[in-house]
Nanobody, 123 residues
Framework: QVQLVQSGGGLVQAGGSLRLSCVLSGRAFNSDTMGWFRQGPGKDREFVATFHWTGESRYSDSVKGRFTISRDNAKSTLYLQMNHLKPEDMAVYYC?????????????????WGQGTQVTVSS
């Protein structure tokens, strides 16, 4: 049974940093594409970051240069380091997995989701 269990998040002032973690179980960590999405109040779920099948990272324009996606294969863990947070970054953040090595830049192609974690940024 595939599970994605998230941790991290919380409340931070604008300009601050947070790190999100997502632990994968039930599946080999290097088999698939993983990424991060977020959903703000009253908004659709949107792409944040992912590892492309080539090994390169991809980011949405709104977080490029501030967020960094990384992974620890030994711990089967995906991370999202978020720096220089802005009030508009406030959302529930989700990690996601798509079978195989296809791109994961749209929520409708994800096969599994983490439980979500709230990120609140105060101005």
């Amino acid at each position: 049974q595939v599970q994605l269990v998230q941790s991290g998040g919380g409340l931070v002032q604008a300009g601050g940093s947070l790190r999100l973690s997502c632990v994968l179980s039930g599946r080999a960590f290097n088999s698939d594409t993983m990424g991060w999405f977020r959903q703000g109040p009253g908004k659709d779920r949107e792409f944040v970051a992912t590892f492309h099948w080539t090994g390169e990272s991809r980011y949405s324009d709104s977080v490029k240069g501030r967020f960094t996606i990384s992974r620890d294969n030994a711990k089967s863990t995906l991370y999202l380091q978020m720096n220089h947070l802005k009030p508009e970054d406030m959302a529930v953040y989700y990690c996601a997995l798509r079978y195989g090595l296809q791109p994961l830049t749209a929520p409708n192609v994800a096969d599994y989701w983490g439980q979500g974690t709230q990120v609140t940024v105060s101005s």
